[in-house]
């Protein structure tokens, strides 16, 4: 699973910048939208989307603006402008980069927007006959409950959200961990184990499997 980052415009250059930047990247994948008057109408927004909008002569911050609006997008977003005003002072939701800018500032916002993320998007869930209480750290059924570290309730919520496909190790670290320096593959390692044993409380109501480069939920059917 990646995050996608979905570049607004024209400039072939910097379009192919930042294409170098993500190309290897096992978090983000990119999306060019080029002529975005046309484009724009027919574009869908979902959760989790990083917008990165390149400010030029026929592309207005405005009209953006007004975009991310009518698609009720609340979240925090990129814009690139030549001139040295900073717009971030206008929108609190706005990263603003000055061109020419740095590409490990960059690369460093693209994970700041990431880890803000977690404050908004978890929340409790239903599947099957368990349910995964995120504020009280319980996993349970009608007859038991079992307490789930924050570490713990955050990885199964990544999960069961997925309904079955994979989620990659370097995804898990970064949402739960913030990619900080100091975390390595064998902590998520760790806590997967814990939480395979905890599991065991339910009747193998499902289980959690390895994929190729991460994990996934495998639900028992009826």
Known sequence: MTQRVLLFSNDTIFNSIINDLLSDSETFCLQVVENFQLNKDNLKLIEGDIPIFFV?????????????????????????????????????????????????????????????????????????????????KTIGDSKANTKLTDKESKILWHLVKEKGLSVSQSFLLNKVWGYKDDIETKTLTTHIYTIRKKLNNFNNSFSIENSEDGYCVKFKSN
Request: charged share 25%.
């Open 56 to 136: 030029s002569n026929d592309t207005s911050l405005d009209r953006f603006q007004d975009f991310l609006s009518k698609k009720s997008f609340k979240s925090t977003f990129i814009v690139f402008n030549s001139s040295k005003e900073d717009l971030s002072k206008e929108n609190t939701k706005i990263l603003s980069f000055q061109i020419p800018f740095n590409l490990n500032q960059l690369s460093q916002a693209l994970q700041n927007i990431l880890v803000q993320k977690e404050d908004i998007e978890y929340h409790d869930i239903k599947f099957k006959k368990l349910f995964l209480n995120m504020t009280g």
